[in-house]
């Protein structure tokens, strides 16, 4: 298999209240009302046009803090390691963060959204419309974690274990 580098350069910066990855929400379910916004560069300001219909938006973006990255991993909702492609934790080879939140509105290059679970400053890398037709599943299994069914991400709060 050839191996060709890929070059991904960031749309704009999402802002957040999160300074630190410790006591963050560990996914946007745990960030009800927790507010933030996009800083999209004006460059990209055309392609936000008919965004705002949308009551949810899926985030793709750079985890900027981390550094290298573990196959095994013990994630937050288990204190059993489980490989990092089974998991959303952070240390991953190419280190991309996905975060599904609630659109509030667009004003000119400015996205305000809540549910957010990632750092202040993280580098945004797309912006994609939340379709519920199309975007959830109905017959789901979640592997490891439909044993994990004491733990809930609701509350739950990252700790140091990925700095």
């Given at each position: 298999m050839n191996r060709k580098e890929i070059s991904i350069?960031?749309?704009?910066?999402?802002?957040?209240?999160?300074?630190?990855i410790s006591n963050m929400p560990?996914?946007?379910?745990?960030?009800v009302g927790i507010k933030g916004y996009i800083e999209l560069?004006?460059?990209?300001?055309?392609?936000?046009?008919?965004?705002?219909?949308?009551?949810?938006?899926?985030?793709?973006?750079?985890?900027?803090?981390?550094?290298?990255y573990q196959l095994m991993v013990k994630p937050f909702m288990d204190n059993v390691e489980h490989g990092i492609f089974a998991c959303k934790a952070p240390k991953r080879p190419n280190a991309i963060?996905?975060?599904?939140?609630?659109?509030?509105?667009?004003?000119?290059n400015?996205?305000?959204?809540?549910?957010?679970?990632?750092?202040?400053?993280?580098?945004l890398i797309d912006i994609k419309p939340f379709f519920p037709k199309y975007d959830n599943r109905l017959d789901t299994k979640s592997g490891w974690l439909d044993k994990a069914t004491s733990i809930s991400?609701?509350?739950?709060?990252?700790?140091?274990r990925f700095k």
């Open positions: 350069q960031p749309i704009g910066v999402i802002h957040t209240p999160h300074h630190d560990i996914q946007p379910i745990a960030a560069f004006p460059e990209y300001v055309d392609g936000l046009t008919d965004l705002q219909g949308f009551s949810h938006i899926t985030l793709v973006y750079h985890f900027h803090k981390i550094e290298g963060g996905i975060s599904t939140v609630k659109l509030l509105k667009v004003e000119n400015l996205v305000h959204i809540e549910m957010v679970d990632m750092l202040d400053q993280t580098p991400a609701d509350r739950m709060r990252s700790d140091n």
